[in-house]
């Protein structure tokens, strides 16, 4: 019994570093979609056009799941052999989870800002971008460390 419930667990970081980047996206997206919704409203009350160009905002988080599954399917070969990283999955998951959750926080911000003011489109991808180059180094050191074990 002991020996099927480790096997069960062997794939826990796999999973981990697809499932918590997701839940961090799901996070993001859903705050900065919530702003962009009170953006537009408050448009449409004032007869003004609503801008489409929030949806960028919006969409910024989701991108940490795509790392997420990159780093997973890396980490399958391993597993295939033998090798189970849990720690590897679960911190690399949530550090990118957590980025796309705090991009998504900002997304909001500069949806409500942009829908108020109509101005700072770049300036506001910026901060989304900076923000994401977390996401992107806990990729990338993560792709190396693996690489070299």
């Known amino acids: 019994m002991e020996q099927t419930m480790a096997v069960n667990f062997n794939d826990l ?6 499932a918590l980047s997701a839940v961090g996206s799901g996070l993001g997206a859903g705050v900065a979609g919530m702003a962009a919704v009170g953006a537009w409203k408050k448009a449409f009350a004032q007869n003004k056009a609503a801008s489409f160009m ?3 905002f919006v969409g910024a988080p989701l991108t ?7 780093i997973m399917n890396k980490m ?6 033998g090798t189970y990283l849990w720690s590897v999955g679960l911190f690399a998951g949530l550090a990118m989870g957590l980025s796309a959750y705090m991009q998504g926080k900002a997304g909001a911000t500069a949806a409500d800002a942009m829908g108020e003011t109509g101005k700072g489109f770049g ?6 971008g900076i923000i994401e180059t977390v996401a992107l180094f806990v990729m990338a050191f993560t792709m ?3 690489g070299k074990l």
């Open 54 to 56: 929030l949806v960028a």
């Open 13 to 18: 970081g796999l999973i981990a570093s697809l």
């Open 76 to 81: 399958v070969e391993f597993a295939l052999k």
């Open 64 to 70: 940490q799941t795509i790392y997420g599954m990159i």
């Open 144 to 146: 190396t460390l693996l």
């Open 123 to 128: 300036n506001y991808l910026v901060v989304l």
